[in-house]
């Protein structure tokens, strides 16, 4: 079993940038994962999505702005998001999936407004 926390949430201007990370409690190579999204009144969205060979997917209205990355060796998944704008706002999820097992993180807040 995997134990997620995230973190680097925060407010943050229109424009700004903020790098979230997603600790897991074990070994996360052989898992996908992934950056979730939920805003209020809105179903939960995958932002962005890293194979177990490092081939990435992004939803199109963070391509270009969004980046995930992963750090084996410290069992960490990344997400950093620059330019961010008022509708990014949600509680950002990670997910690692493998073999029919799902994890979730408890989530972090982000919040852009000026």
């Known amino acids: 079993q995997v134990q997620l926390v995230e973190s680097g949430g925060g407010l943050v201007q229109p424009g700004g940038s903020l790098r979230l990370s997603c600790a897991a409690s074990?070994?996360?190579?052989?898992?996908?994962m992934n950056w979730y999204r939920q805003a209020p009144g809105k179903q939960r969205e995958s932002v962005a999505g890293m194979s177990t060979s490092g081939n990435t997917n992004y939803v199109d209205s963070v391509k270009g702005r969004f980046t995930i990355s992963r750090d084996n060796a410290k069992n960490t998944v990344y997400l950093q998001m620059n330019s961010l704008k008022p509708e990014d706002t949600a509680v950002y999820y990670c997910?690692?999936?493998?073999?029919?097992?799902?994890?979730w993180g408890q989530g972090t807040q982000v919040t852009v407004s000026s």
């Open positions: 074990g070994s996360i190579s052989m898992y996908i």
């Open positions: 997910r690692a999936l493998t073999l029919g097992r799902t994890y």
